[in-house]
């Protein structure tokens, strides 16, 4: 069973430029949480979706900021007009039942994203 | 929003020995996680402890918890090169009807050979 898969590893993309990065949770979950890890500091949540669902999107910045969970495919974290306050590891986590039911959150290896 | 913050921010120790780390936070819990993190890798789960539980094993990994003080350590004995990573640990809010799980900063422990 492969575990969560996150790519690109490593994405650099100059200001003003859109940023897509892509999670795919390990098989029979259809929960996924995206977290944001600034340099030097620790994971902060930005949003929780179920299939076609957002459930909690607190954690995401108001504008240029979207996420996705399809039927098929993917979840999609997508920047647009990224700017260098953007550069950070963005960390996809995967979930087979929700809270109360299932507390482990499975991590991917992350996205670096760079902003030039 | 409430953090689990670790403590020391950074460790090193000399490989065999025991290492030690601490955390804090601020609001009630119902379980509290700790999680290892290796350069340039994602997360991974080590150990979770309910607000229930005082102590819980796990091979070389032993963990408490204190809810009196709102305070977790996490031991790792014997420790190997291999247990160089950074640690955090990461609280649920679901008592608050917050289903969000909130990491502290880390500890980074460097095991010296």
């Known amino acids: 069973n492969a575990g969560v898969m996150q790519n690109p590893r490593h994405l650099v993309r100059r200001r003003g430029q859109e940023a897509r990065l892509r999670c795919s949770p390990m098989?029979?979950?259809?929960?996924v949480y995206w977290y944001r890890q600034l340099p030097e500091e620790g994971l902060k949540f930005m949003v929780y979706l179920q299939k076609e669902n957002i459930i909690d999107e607190s954690g995401m910045p108001k504008e240029r900021f979207s996420a996705e969970f399809p039927k098929e495919g993917p979840s999609i974290l997508r920047i647009q007009q990224v700017v260098r306050g953007d550069s950070a590891a963005y960390f996809c986590?995967?979930?087979?039942?929700?809270?109360?039911?299932?507390?482990?959150?499975?991590f991917g290896p992350g996205t670096r994203l760079t902003v030039t | 929003s409430q953090q689990g913050e670790e403590d020391p921010q950074a460790l090193s120790i000399q490989e065999g020995e025991n290492a030690t780390m601490n955390c804090s936070y601020k609001?009630?819990?119902?379980?509290l996680q700790w999680y290892r993190q290796n350069s340039g890798r994602g997360l991974v789960h080590l150990i979770l402890?309910?607000?229930?539980?005082r102590e819980k094993h796990s091979g070389r990994l032993r963990v408490t918890l204190d809810t009196s003080k709102k305070s977790s350590s996490l031991l790792i004995t014997a420790s190997r090169a291999a247990d160089t990573a950074s640690y955090f640990c990461?609280?649920?809010?679901?008592?608050?009807?917050?289903?969000?799980?909130?990491f502290g900063k880390g500890t980074r422990l460097h095991i010296l050979p």
């Open positions: 609001t009630s819990i119902n379980n």
């Open positions: 986590a995967s979930s087979p039942e929700p809270p109360p039911y299932s507390y482990e959150q499975y």
């Open positions: 990461a609280t649920d809010q679901s008592l608050n009807r917050d289903d969000k799980i909130i």
């Open positions: 402890i309910r607000s229930n539980e």
């Open positions: 098989k029979g979950h259809s929960h």
